[in-house]
């Protein structure tokens, strides 16, 4: 079971993982098929906890909201045979607070808006983050109004149709030579959603070519790069603030997009 859980963090996918153990009056003793599932699962989930006979609604509750808040994960729950014998407590609605997302820096904005009316290649580059946003209709009306080219990394395909659009092709460990000579006059990098998990900065971004990054968590990169400005929040709104800023120009001949 830890290779599903495990390719779930790494895929940030939330999930719940059960697994049953002794009962607790064998607790820290030496008896055939002990095993410290928490240990096992700790470094592979964003939460573990031992469901106990009163705390039940307050864990699952508590687990299913930790697994669903960003960046969405695996949380693992060890069930001791005792306690699923015993009589459940009274719960009403199971109903997990909703997750909101930080607001994000006005400033950033005006900074943002500034970088790209400068910029003369500025390339946009979305990835897994952007299939939580549900923000592709707001994706797609900036790439449209501003005329800008956008790569993707392999599980953001789709949030720009490959035919007929600005769409240059993917980014990562599927790339192809010609991808990477199309967008190698870059002066901007307009990266919304782009998640190391997937690939990171280092690989394909040298390192002064400035980066704003938009995402729901700050960028993990290796000191030395350059990000002028992040937009850390929900995805959805900070693209419906930038687009209003007025179109700009560049110099990219999408006729070779």
């Not at 035919?163 to 092709?169: D, H, L, M």
Request: hydrophobic residues 40%; contains cysteine; neutral net charge.
């Amino acid at each position: 079971m830890t290779t599903g859980v495990g390719n779930a963090s790494l895929d940030r996918v939330p999930m719940l993982a059960f697994t049953a153990k002794r009962g607790r009056v064998w607790k820290d003793r030496t008896v055939q098929m002990q095993v410290d599932h928490q240990e096992i699962f700790k470094p592979i989930t964003k939460w573990t906890a031992e469901l106990e006979t009163g705390k039940i609604y307050s864990t699952m509750k508590k687990a299913v909201e930790i697994a669903m808040a960003e960046q969405p994960g695996p949380v693992h729950l060890d069930f001791p045979e005792d306690v699923a014998e015993e009589m459940l407590e009274a719960i009403g609605e199971f109903s997990p607070s909703p997750f909101k997302r930080p607001s994000f820096d006005p400033s950033a904005v005006r900074k943002a808006e500034e970088l790209i009316s400068r910029a003369k290649y500025p390339l946009i580059a979305i990835g897994l983050s952007m299939n939580r946003a549900e923000a592709t209709a707001e994706l797609r009306e900036f790439v449209d109004k501003h005329r800008l080219p956008v790569v993707s990394t392999l599980m953001a395909k789709g949030h720009i149709p490959e035919e007929g659009s600005q769409f240059v092709g993917v980014v990562g460990r599927a790339r192809r030579d010609i991808i990477a000579e199309y967008y190698k006059p870059a002066d901007l990098i307009i990266a919304i959603g782009h998640d190391p998990v997937e690939f990171n900065y280092e690989v394909w971004v040298h390192k002064d070519l400035p980066i704003i990054h938009i995402d729901t968590v700050r960028a993990d990169i290796a000191q030395g790069y350059s990000f002028p400005c992040q937009m850390i929040g929900d995805i959805r709104e900070i693209l419906k603030k930038l687009l209003a800023m007025p179109k700009i120009s560049h110099r990219w001949d999408l006729r070779k997009s």
